[in-house]
């Protein structure tokens, strides 16, 4: 017991000591943590909806085959999507938890990778925190964390593009190949999900080529095709492999818009109504849309605050450091693509009012949207110092999440003597990442080298930085090379004394070397300015994160209102309690929890099929039962067409045996599936013969007062009825033709 106390003491020392040493890191996971349980709450409250059924109904009706897993919903190409539901069908059946379960998962993986990506790509500092939280916290991404149809979709996406950028980044900071792979098997990840993740592949080129390539458009170009072409080969192989099994299979979805004024009303309504009040915040308000989630409709007021605000942001950051705007130029690429694609597949439809006004459709902006703020805000990694030569970067040895070290940034090597000439080899040259006003470029062998500038001069440096700055070369500290440690440029030190241990929180800069830098938001504003500034800037932060605690809020109210929960519930506590035998003419379920759009799925008998204990559905009865638009067990009835009244007026219409009989209906039915319900008094048993239109149906006719449901497919506008029997005399004045429904009380 002693053993195992002290081992469960070390343990928790261990990771307070692990979550200490790094503050920033233990902020973010709690931010993580946070943004999925708040999440995972607010999708709870709500529950499965329109093409959930669907998707569903159709897991339940077939076998786990490539044949299901590759077949298009509404021309979406989903295998892994349909492998999930098809899980859960087979071993939970029709049940929430498990999808609200996957979301959070999914969302956890989505932070962890993200806040990874910002530790590899950007400077260091508390700013991280905050593209960090557009990430988790927009409202734009309610949709993708709350509604299944939705998530299984976008959240892969998403995670997709968070993998591959950040491959895409290590790739150019250390030219390893099997960098290569993680970005193949990102972009696979997303397509596997989701054929609209193909903008992965031009969203990690403009971002090398914006953010890690120099000078005017066609240079950039080609220094981005020529230095990273192998990125360029695998995201194109990948491609046309993809576009040739998607578009064998799909249908053309392209649409042309009405009119101009259609394509502006889009525009305006996506950017003002939908992405800006997201981006901060908004939208404050939603528009109930029934089972689906609501659709954004922010207050005019929202809406020209949201400009402004994001605007100023821009210009702001831009102002500060004018490569802000190669990030924010990546941003409105990313965002032409997005409304390139919704226009052409949205407008001129019966949808196109709304379509900009959806969040789902501009959720994965916010990935692209929290990356460009980060660069805009922090600056690149390695990237700051722009007047001192770049030194080769390593693949970080450190575990993924740490604080990056001296190492990880030209400023605090201003300090460390530059590594002997003698001491690199000259066997294999090796591509080196150069820093050329302040962006990172991987050089090839036979790239020229950039003149050296001077460093300049550090205001906070120590007093003891200079003398050690000027000591010989052969006391510089050895850099881990491409290989791992001692394989680099600087050959490792004999000995194999361990390096000294620092305190937890510490800082990893070793003695007399400049700290390094940390991305000040402030720095160019003088400093009588700071303090109100920093007020004003608090101020503002503090809006936005009420305004979005306001608006995840309101979303929660509307997506808890969901009444296929209801229907679901009931359906489950009458079949329960009802009598052994009771079975059911099929009919659809309500346009509020499957739209009619979805035929033949929203038909009880498909959408039952996933029930445990499941309504027993018949075309022929004479005691029917229906379920009514709450999910209630009725006496069954039709609705419809009905003979006129017959001529005799205790009887009706006289049917003897072998006579046939016309009956004239009040309204003609066209040529459709119908059910007729007749109710008839006999006087022996044998059988008839109903005729509507070319179709005929027969029933068997028993003695007494009676009544008998069954299925017809035909059209007219009277039906004849022939009765077959020993001496048998047929009265009948109540034939209906039309839909099953619950009898009136």
Not at 266 to 279: E, R, V
Not at 664 to 688: E, F, I, N
Request: contains cysteine; aromatic residues 8%.
């Amino acid at each position: 017991m002693a053993m195992t106390g002290a081992a469960t003491t070390g343990a928790r020392g261990q990771t307070e000591g692990w979550l200490g040493r790094d503050p920033l890191r233990t902020v973010a996971l709690a931010m993580i943590t946070i943004g999925v349980l708040w999440r995972a709450q607010l999708a709870a409250r709500g529950f499965l909806a329109a093409d959930d059924f669907v998707l569903i109904t159709q897991a339940s009706e077939a076998d786990l085959t490539p044949g299901h897993l590759l077949s298009l919903y509404n021309n979406h190409l989903m295998p892994g999507g349909r492998l999930l539901i098809w899980l859960v069908t087979e071993y939970v059946g029709l049940a929430y938890w498990p999808y609200v379960l996957l979301m959070a998962i999914g969302q956890a993986v989505l932070g962890l990778a993200f806040f990874r990506l910002l530790r590899r790509m950007l400077r260091p500092g508390w700013l991280l925190l905050l593209p960090l939280g557009v990430l988790l916290f927009s409202p734009l991404t309610l949709e993708a964390t709350s509604w299944w149809a939705v998530g299984v979709n976008m959240l892969p996406m998403q995670i997709a593009m968070v993998l591959a950028v950040g491959a895409q980044v290590a790739y150019v900071q250390t030219r390893r190949p099997r960098h290569l792979v993680g970005l193949a098997l990102a972009v696979f990840l997303g397509l596997f999900f989701f054929e609209k993740a193909l903008l992965v592949v031009p969203l990690v080129f403009l971002l090398t080529a914006l953010l890690y390539a120099e000078g005017g458009v066609f240079r950039t170009l080609w220094t981005t095709v020529r230095r990273w072409w192998q990125s360029w080969l695998v995201l194109t192989v990948l491609t046309l492999g993809f576009l040739a099994a998607y578009l064998t299979r799909s249908e053309s979805s392209l649409r042309r818009p009405e009119s101009p004024g259609e394509v502006l009303s889009f525009l305006q309504q996506m950017l003002g109504s939908n992405l800006l009040p997201g981006l901060v915040g908004g939208p404050w308000r939603w528009l109930g849309a029934g089972d689906g989630a609501p659709v954004a409709a922010p207050p005019e007021l929202g809406s020209w605050l949201a400009w402004v605000l994001v605007v100023a942001v821009i210009l702001a950051t831009v102002r500060r450091d004018r490569r802000a705007g190669r990030a924010w130029v990546l941003l409105g690429a990313y965002l032409v693509m997005v409304a390139t694609i919704l226009a052409a597949t949205r407008l001129g439809s019966v949808f196109s009012a709304v379509a900009g006004g959806v969040p789902r459709y501009v959720s994965d902006v916010v990935v692209v949207a929290a990356i460009c703020l980060g660069v805009a805000l922090c600056g690149l990694a390695r990237g700051p110092a722009d007047g001192v030569p770049a030194q080769a970067v390593p693949e970080d040895s450190e575990p993924e999440g740490a604080a990056p070290g001296p190492a990880d940034d030209p400023h605090a090597a201003e300090a460390r003597p530059e590594p002997v000439a003698a001491a690199v080899p000259a066997a294999r040259p090796k591509p080196l990442v150069v820093a050329r006003a302040g962006v990172i470029h991987a050089e090839a062998a036979d790239d020229p080298e950039p003149e050296p500038r001077p460093a300049p001069e550090q205001e906070s440096a120590p007093a003891s930085a200079a003398p050690q700055a000027a000591a010989p070369p052969a006391a510089a500290p050895p850099a881990a090379g491409p290989d791992g440690p001692g394989s680099g440029d600087v050959p490792a030190p004999a000995d194999d004394t361990p390096p000294p241990t620092r305190e937890p929180g510490a800082s990893r800069t070793p003695p007399g070397a400049a700290e390094p830098p940390t991305a000040d938001l402030l720095a160019p504003i003088p400093a009588r300015y700071r303090d109100s500034v920093t007020v004003m800037l608090v101020l503002v932060l503090v809006a936005v994160c009420l305004g979005t605690a306001w608006t995840t809020s309101r979303y929660s109210d509307e997506w808890a209102r969901k009444s296929a929960r209801a229907y679901v519930d009931t359906v489950k506590l009458e079949m329960a309690s009802a009598p052994p035998g009771t079975v059911f003419f099929d009919a659809t379920v309500p346009d509020n929890v499957v739209p009619s759009l979805s035929n033949p799925y929203n038909l009880q008998s498909r959408f039952f099929r996933s029930f445990g204990t499941r309504p027993v559905f018949v075309d022929e009865a004479e005691k029917p039962s229906v379920l009514d638009h709450l999910g209630r067990i009725q006496e069954a009835t039709v609705l419809g067409s009905v003979i006129q009244p017959g001529p005799e007026e205790s009887c009706g219409y006289r049917v003897t045996a072998g006579q046939t009989v016309r009956m004239p209906l009040d309204k003609p039915r066209d040529q459709w599936h119908y059910v007729v319900r007749v109710g008839y008094l006999s006087s022996g048993a044998g059988s008839a013969v109903l005729r509507l239109g070319d179709a005929t149906a027969t029933f068997p006719v028993k003695p007494g007062l009676n009544q008998h449901f069954f299925r017809i497919v035909g059209g007219g506008d009277a039906v004849e009825l022939t009765v077959t029997g020993d001496r048998v005399s047929f009265c009948t004045n109540e034939i209906a033709i039309g839909d099953p429904a619950p009898k009136p009380e």
